[in-house]
């Protein structure tokens, strides 16, 4: 299984971007999904998440401005993000657990200006 994240790079406070984290198979299906970031100096966090079931969630720094989403057919992962702002700046990867077997991607980073 491979998870290869995309989409990241240098925004204006304000901007947007849209990640996607294309997967190998079609464990997007039947895992649980989520988002992930590290900014320098801090532990990484989890951002969205959403579960095989379709439920999701999100951390309370980004409520209200990202959403996490997948489209099944294409075997990808996505985080829009909206409103970005400096202290979103980090490397975001994407994540699937299935059964006790986590999947990482590896990062792509996203940096915003102000």
């Known amino acids: 299984v491979q998870l290869q994240a995309s989409g990241g790079g240098l925004v204006q406070a304000g901007g947007s971007l849209r990640l996607a984290c294309a997967a190998s198979s079609r464990i997007l299906a039947i895992g649980d999904m989520g988002w992930y970031r590290q900014a320098p100096g801090k532990q990484r966090e989890l951002v969205a998440s959403m579960t095989s079931g379709g439920n999701t969630n999100y951390a309370d720094s980004v409520k209200g401005r990202f959403t996490i989403s997948t489209d099944i057919a294409k075997n990808t992962l996505y985080l829009q993000m909206n409103s970005l702002k400096p202290e979103d700046t980090a490397v975001y990867s994407c994540?699937?657990?299935?059964?006790?077997?986590?999947?990482w991607g590896q990062g792509t980073q996203v940096t915003v200006s102000s």
């Open positions: 994540s699937v657990v299935i059964a006790v077997t986590r999947y």
